[in-house]
């Protein structure tokens, strides 16, 4: 828990002393969502690379 809480720190000192609280939101819900997709694929649930442009080549064309 106090591995986070330093991490929580850390992030709002390096953000600009003008900071909003909708600001430090923003980035904490940015670091949450890039922690999970991590998690995801260090346990093999993400969408390999192939499949990905297969399904990108669908939104690109027209």
Same mark, same amino acid.
């Given at each position: 828990m106090a591995e986070i809480k330093q991490?929580?720190?850390?992030i709002i000192q390096s953000l600009p002393d003008d900071v909003t609280l909708d600001d430090i939101m923003a980035e904490l819900y940015f670091k949450l969502q890039v922690d999970a997709g991590?998690? *995801?694929l260090d346990e093999? *649930?993400?969408?390999p690379h192939k499949e990905v442009e297969k399904r990108m080549s669908k939104w690109l064309t027209k």
């Open positions: 991490q929580v720190i850390q991590l998690k *995801e093999g *649930e993400g969408i």
